[in-house]
């Protein structure tokens, strides 16, 4: 159990440190046109809006399905401790 | 709350089954184009994560001198909520970033603050899970402080001016016509996020009441 919370405490960490780390790039010296950029730095901006939509998507079924998860167990105890306490009762 | 439960999800799926025609209608802003879309989720889901915050904060103190234990449920939800609708905040900012600003991560007041909440709420919740007996008066301190950080997050971009836009963008958008569809679009997506954060709350907080009843069953079938 502890090592596990440690796991998840470094990982978190080591996570956000490495965003938090990573800065904004060196400002230039002079102003380049979109147009004299290599093909292969022209930043496309319909796959991050897709990105965006569709993490959101993503995390919110995962979510609802760990909630989903979570209130079966519990239901799957209390029938069990239901019947183990009727059992017992007899 | 479980009557209206199934018209709020139905309700909730059906506006966001509309939102991305909704927002493929909005105009275009002049200097990001297409990459702005991403603003009227990203707006919304931190009103719906501000939201989440401050009703934990709230619940959270009244847990803390009151003993209310439906406090308590309801700071524990919101905390977790919290914590989804900020990390989608932080992953649709970063998305955005990237294009509109050339960075991944501007590191600026407003962003650095976001991730602290953030690191907060999740600590909330590994306090809350791993801390032991009285973790949840640990957690709920934690809840207070966690919800203290929202007003200075969101007034930090007027406060320290960064590459973030001010609060007065918004206010600014039902200046012009193409501004007001924008607007339309923000207050239709902002209410689908707030109505699909009821509708998460109400099936978080019946998780954390068949946990209580099975708890309690528990401390019955001990005696």
């Given at each position: 159990?502890?090592?596990?919370?440690?796991?998840?405490?470094?990982?978190s960490?080591?996570?956000?440190?490495?965003?938090?780390?990573?800065?904004?790039?060196?400002?230039?010296?002079?102003?380049?046109?979109?147009?004299?950029?290599?093909?292969?730095?022209?930043?496309?901006?319909?796959?991050?809006?897709?990105?965006?939509?569709?993490?959101?998507?993503?995390?919110?079924?995962?979510?609802?399905?760990?909630?989903?998860?979570?209130?079966?167990?519990?239901?799957?105890?209390?029938?069990?401790?239901?019947?183990?306490?009727?059992?017992?009762?007899? | 709350?479980?009557?209206?439960?199934?018209?709020?999800l139905?309700?909730?799926?059906?506006?966001?089954?509309?939102?991305p025609?909704?927002?493929?209608?909005?105009?275009?802003?002049?200097?990001?184009?297409?990459?702005?879309?991403?603003?009227?989720?990203?707006?919304?889901?931190?009103?719906?994560?501000a939201?989440?915050?401050?009703?934990?904060?709230?619940a959270?103190?009244?847990?803390?001198?009151?003993?209310?234990v439906?406090?308590?449920?309801?700071?524990?939800?919101?905390?977790?909520?919290?914590?989804?609708?900020?990390?989608?905040?932080?992953?649709?900012?970063?998305?955005?970033?990237?294009?509109?600003?050339?960075?991944?991560?501007?590191?600026?007041?407003?962003?650095?603050?976001?991730?602290?909440?953030?690191l907060?709420?999740?600590?909330?919740l590994?306090v809350?899970?791993?801390?032991?007996?009285?973790?949840?008066?640990?957690?709920?301190?934690?809840?207070?402080?966690?919800?203290?950080?929202?007003?200075f997050?969101?007034?930090?971009?007027?406060?320290?001016?960064?590459?973030?836009?001010?609060?007065s963008?918004?206010?600014?958008?039902?200046?012009?016509?193409?501004?007001?569809?924008?607007?339309?679009?923000?207050?239709?997506?902002?209410?689908?996020?707030?109505?699909l954060?009821?509708?998460v709350?109400?099936?978080?907080?019946?998780?954390?009441?068949?946990?209580?009843?099975?708890?309690?069953?528990?401390?019955?079938?001990?005696?």
């Amino acid at each position: 159990m502890l090592l596990r919370t440690v796991a998840l405490t470094l990982t978190s960490f080591v996570l956000t440190t490495g965003i938090a780390l990573a800065q904004a790039p060196a400002g230039q010296d002079e102003f380049v046109p979109l147009s004299s950029l290599p093909p292969g730095q022209e930043l496309p901006a319909a796959p991050l809006v897709l990105a965006s939509y569709a993490s959101f998507l993503l995390l919110m079924m995962f979510y609802l399905w760990t909630i989903w998860r979570r209130i079966n167990k519990v239901e799957q105890d209390l029938d069990a401790l239901k019947r183990r306490q009727g059992a017992a009762s007899r | 709350m479980r009557k209206i439960f199934l018209p709020l999800l139905v309700i909730t799926a059906a506006l966001f089954a509309y939102s991305p025609y909704y927002i493929n209608q909005a105009p275009y802003e002049s200097t990001m184009l297409l990459v702005q879309k991403i603003f009227y989720y990203h707006f919304a889901t931190w009103m719906a994560g501000a939201t989440a915050v401050i009703v934990c904060g709230v619940a959270s103190g009244y847990y803390l001198f009151k003993g209310s234990v439906v406090a308590d449920r309801v700071a524990v939800a919101t905390a977790e909520l919290g914590v989804i609708f900020g990390a989608f905040g932080l992953i649709s900012g970063t998305l955005w970033g990237r294009k509109a600003w050339g960075t991944w991560w501007a590191g600026d007041a407003r962003v650095s603050m976001a991730l602290v909440a953030e690191l907060i709420f999740i600590g909330y919740l590994l306090v809350r899970k791993y801390g032991g007996p009285g973790s949840e008066k640990l957690s709920a301190a934690m809840g207070v402080f966690g919800a203290a950080t929202a007003p200075f997050i969101y007034k930090s971009v007027d406060w320290w001016r960064t590459i973030h836009p001010k609060t007065s963008v918004m206010s600014s958008l039902n200046d012009t016509p193409g501004g007001v569809i924008m607007w339309n679009i923000v207050l239709f997506c902002t209410l689908a996020f707030m109505l699909l954060l009821t509708v998460v709350l109400a099936a978080r907080m019946r998780l954390e009441e068949l946990r209580a009843d099975l708890d309690r069953l528990y401390l019955e079938a001990e005696d």
